[in-house]
């Protein structure tokens, strides 16, 4: 896959990789996706158990 995205963008992730110890923009963005999916994912199934609890009464 390839994503398009402007030279500001770039440049700042190529400046935080750097900081953060990884070789490229492009390997510290495949952590970044992989830490946001991984947390959207853990909020839908939070939301999920919730609304499973409230419908078997253990919520209000």
Known sequence: ???DIDDQLHER???RAKEKGFDSAEE????ILQNVID???AQTS???MENRLQDLGYLQ
């Open 39 to 41: 947390e959207l994912e």
């Open 28 to 31: 510290y963005s495949v952590v």
């Open 13 to 15: 992730l190529s400046q």
């Open 46 to 48: 939070s939301e999920e």
């Open 1 to 3: 896959m390839q994503l």
